[in-house]
């Protein structure tokens, strides 16, 4: 089994690919800026009997994705399985979000989602199987106050999902998406402590959750437990949005 990870060097990323190499995933770890902790990763991986390579790309170029698409096909494989989880965030009043950072976060986010699922889409439809995971958030099920860019991004996601999962359905393709809750990562690092103690006291579990609690889902979306779920968002949350 092949998969092909996007934004593989961060900690839900990394997550993510820990666990499919648990699973015996044959793992093309994608990559932009943090080269070292990508291929950091792989040689950990490799190092305990595991297969994984990491690739660089901008995903928001579509030439850039075509390269991509070349490189990965031919080291690793035709894709099993592509976890769209390259994602940046945003938080600020929306009347200070300028063009510029409207368009960072809706490419980076949404786009490269895109562009990614149309390269390795029609290797799953030739072979009638595939499964497909996009990373969205639980602002994108309710919305975020000074993250309105942000929830925006990650709403298109979960349409692209649902509206996808009908479209492929029939060649045997499943899309799911997992919209993480608070999430103990360094992309929360930009909150302080008392926000996120409050962030803590209003989530029903009474705990962050972790980069593994959101590879665990991803992994099951993968495997054969989830093989009637199609066009379905998971809120790994532990409550905060029910």
Not at 3 to 28: C, E, N, W
Not at 63 to 76: F, Y
Not at 113 to 142: C, D, E, H
Request: glycine share 10%.
């Amino acid at each position: 089994m092949n998969a092909v990870i996007t934004g593989a060097s961060g900690d839900i990323g990394q997550a993510i690919a820990r666990a499919y190499a648990q699973k015996g995933y044959k793992l093309a770890l994608c990559f932009h800026e943090n080269k070292q902790a990508a291929e950091d990763l792989a040689y950990e991986i490799t190092r305990g009997g595991g297969m994984a390579s990491a690739f660089s790309a901008d995903l928001t170029s579509e030439q850039h994705v075509m390269l991509l698409e070349r490189e990965v096909i031919e080291r690793i494989g035709e894709p099993d399985v592509l976890v769209n989880n390259a994602g940046v965030s945003s938080q600020m009043i929306f009347g200070d979000v300028s063009l510029e950072e409207y368009d960072r976060v809706m490419d980076t986010n949404v786009k490269s989602m895109f562009l990614t699922t149309r390269a390795f889409l029609p290797y799953m439809i030739r072979n009638k199987k595939g499964s497909i995971i996009n990373i969205s958030s639980m602002w994108g099920q309710v919305g975020g106050s000074c993250e309105v860019i942000y929830s925006a991004s990650k709403a298109a996601i979960i349409g692209m999902t649902k509206a996808l999962a009908k479209e492929v359905g029939p060649s045997n393709i499943r899309v799911n998406c997992i919209a993480p809750g608070v999430i103990d990562t360094s992309m929360n690092a930009m909150h302080s402590r008392e926000t996120m103690e409050e962030l803590i006291d209003e989530t029903p579990l009474m705990r962050l959750g972790t980069p593994r609690d959101i590879a665990n889902v991803a992994v099951f979306l993968a495997g054969p437990r989830s093989t009637f779920m199609t066009g379905q968002v998971l809120g790994v949350n532990g409550g905060i949005v029910i």
